[in-house]
């Protein structure tokens, strides 16, 4: 399991025989442990759990036998476990050493912290309660009674023997089952009552685990809302659908293969361990340059901290005050310019407007002593490089997520600087300056989660494949069992999917800066308090910004939540415009109107919260990136030819390297 949410798992304990609760010596040696151990040892142990809680409320019912199969030759399976055994220990070789860096990097996403979190959540839960088991029991026995009866059986029928299913009765349909969920849509889940029993029965077990949360005696609710997410993290790990021996998929799979997928199922995941992180698409059917990120352009500044690109104009007339893009440093800048028909930088530039993009270096020990006031300190060099540039007087600008938050405290320093006119107007991707309800990510910052954090970091900077496991936890089911159970299991091809490409393309983080981060505006919510933080000297007081402001959220965000993202709308003195987008973090932001797809809601009345915004919203189909350029345009329309430096790398004009760039290729 750890390897699967993102991490190299640690070795030290079967290299060393563990410590003295294992009952072994310290210096006795042991086998490496087969993958799939580690895969599920932590969610397994927690099923056996459940399993001895609800054992009085599962029927034992000697017709519940799981369909008989004819195997392949036993010499197959032979050679196909000795291929698998070879696999293994060839990668045993290559697996991290304890101390070192990787090594530490796991022991965040362990999944051992939150086996302790459910033990404690099992020793302070209802299921003690007399009445409690009276009722569960019933409810138990109530639906797998219902799920009996739609396969035509009464108490004491016998299923058909070889058919695999109630004699003359098919299979049922997905949406008669008493519970529903869309791991279990497959029509095998129900094709003999066995699967369709224990399927039910963890739905029916995760459910009331859930629920229970809420009935837990003297917990603080910031601590209950964690030990929701938990559970649920827990609970998704123990579906049915990631084990082999409970996944009727699975099980065809491997009859119909001989045991050929879980010989490329394993290749998977040897791959997947030695980078160390879970992977989602095929990484060779893209190139930098080549097929992504290939909007002409040139780099026309470089710092040790990131690289300026400057894209080449398509029109004859662009917009005087040209934009200058901040992207998130904790993913690559080229989700903006993922390919021809979906890059919004490439659509900007054919709307005249002339585009400027900042390239963040991955952290290395280079910036080991980067803060945040050096992040903010790079976006005002960057205005300025583009204002003398092109000599404007000031920029439009845009701040991805983490960028934006930068933006505001940068407009903010601006303002008592006196400096506020640099920037013509302001736009905020999915950003956030109040994290008072900022999500699920408020669950790792707790004081023991930022310890753990500091404790992974080597060298003075967190490994960006940890920060891909956090977030991959954040919608465990699409973005780590799926993936599991399709490419480990299954043993199949990964997809060439550009939008997955980048999510798994981390990058690093500067330690100082994201414990600050984590600490100050995660956990503390200082940006949100006037004067509670301070740069090179200057309180930071977000009431101060009069810079108009365009605020795009997403309805579906699980990072930014749009309700966390409206409470920017309090904190500005100027004026503001907030736009809803259809979808989340990524597709409600990547969404060019040539797709036709989602939609976005629009409020033209003054409205105090984002309850009243929707309420009174009108619904627009499509992009909203058109109403932004409107918008943008309304601030200043005045246009330019697009010549001398609107174009880089012409005459007298010493560009570094042509889009895009180093910093986003470096590893």
Not at 30 to 59: H, S
Not at 497 to 526: A, C, I, Q
Request: proline residues 6%.
């Amino acid at each position: 399991m750890v390897a699967i949410t993102g991490t190299i798992p640690s070795t030290s304990e079967s290299r060393t025989g563990g410590g003295a609760g294992n009952g072994r010596a310290m210096t006795e040696k042991t086998e490496t442990p087969d993958p799939f151990t580690n895969m599920y040892e932590a969610p397994a142990k927690a099923f056996q759990q459940m399993q001895r809680m609800w054992a009085p409320f599962l029927p034992a019912n000697p017709l519940m036998q799981m369909p008989p199969a004819t195997l392949p030759d036993m010499s197959q399976w032979q050679e196909i476990a000795e291929r698998l055994q070879e696999q293994w220990k060839a990668m045993g070789l290559a697996l991290p050493q304890p101390g070192d860096g990787a090594t530490q990097m796991a022991t965040m996403a362990d999944p051992a912290q939150y086996m302790a979190m459910m033990q404690e959540w099992f020793a302070r839960s209802p299921f003690a309660s007399p009445d409690r088991q009276k009722a569960m029991w019933e409810e138990s026995m109530d639906m797998w009674q219902r799920v009996m009866n739609l396969y035509g059986f009464a108490p004491g029928m016998a299923l058909g023997a070889t058919t695999g299913k109630a004699d003359g009765v098919a299979v049922p349909d997905k949406d008669a089952m008493p519970l529903k969920d869309k791991r279990f849509a497959d029509d095998r889940w129900r094709a003999h009552p066995a699967f369709a029993l224990i399927h039910q029965t963890y739905l029916m077990m995760a459910q009331r685990m859930s629920e229970m949360v809420d009935e837990l005696d003297d917990l603080p609710e910031e601590k209950r809302e964690q030990m929701r997410f938990f559970t649920k993290a827990m609970t998704d790990a123990m579906s049915p659908a990631n084990f082999p021996m409970t996944n009727p998929v699975v099980l065809e799979r491997t009859l119909e293969t001989g045991g050929q997928n879980l010989v490329k199922g394993m290749e998977h995941l040897m791959a997947d361990l030695a980078r160390g992180q879970l992977s989602h698409t095929d990484a060779k059917a893209f190139e930098l340059g080549k097929n992504i990120a290939v909007t002409p352009g040139k780099v026309v500044h470089e710092t040790r901290m990131y690289q300026l690109i400057q894209y080449t104009p398509t029109t004859d007339k662009v917009l005087e005050t040209p934009l200058v893009i901040f992207p998130p440093w904790i993913n690559r800048f080229y989700i903006l310019d993922l390919n021809e028909k979906k890059s919004f930088v490439r659509w900007a530039v054919e709307q005249g407007v002339t585009v400027f993009m900042v390239s963040w270096k991955s952290a290395d020990a280079s910036l080991a002593d980067v803060e945040w006031s050096d992040y903010i300190d790079a976006q005002i060099e960057a205005i300025d490089v583009v204002r003398e540039r092109l000599d404007v007087p000031a920029v439009h600008t845009i701040g991805y997520c983490v960028a934006g938050t930068t933006l505001a405290a940068t407009l903010s320093l601006l303002e008592q600087r006196g400096d506020a006119d640099k920037v013509k107007s302001a736009t905020f991707f999915t950003a956030q300056v109040d994290f008072e309800d900022a999500g699920d990510l408020l669950h790792f910052v707790d004081d023991h989660q930022i310890a753990a954090l500091q404790a992974a970091s080597t060298d003075g900077y967190t490994d960006g494949r940890l920060l891909a496991a956090t977030f991959n936890m954040l919608r465990g089911t699409d973005l780590i069992w799926n993936y599991v159970v399709n490419n480990y299991l299954l043993g199949e091809d990964y997809p060439a999917f550009d939008l997955l490409h980048w999510n798994g393309d981390v990058t690093n983080l500067p330690s100082k800066w994201h414990r600050s981060y984590l600490e100050d505006l995660y956990r503390d919510n200082k940006l949100a308090k006037p004067g509670e933080l301070s740069i090179d000297g200057t309180p930071i007081d977000l009431t101060l910004v009069k810079t108009p402001t365009y605020i795009q959220a997403g309805r579906e965000d699980h990072i930014a939540p749009a309700a966390s993202v409206w409470k920017m709308t309090d904190h500005f003195s100027g004026p503001v415009r907030f736009v809803l987008a259809g979808s989340g973090h990524i597709a409600g932001v990547v969404n060019p109107p040539d797709a036709n797809k989602y939609q976005y809601w629009t409020n033209e009345d003054a409205v105090d919260t984002l309850d009243e915004f929707v309420e009174g919203a009108t619904e627009h189909p499509g992009s909203w990136w058109p109403n932004w350029l409107q918008w943008l345009k309304s601030h200043d329309g005045t246009t330019v030819s697009a010549k001398g430096k609107r174009k880089p790398g012409g005459k007298n004009d010493n560009v570094i390297e042509d889009a895009p760039g180093r910093y986003v290729m470096a590893r």
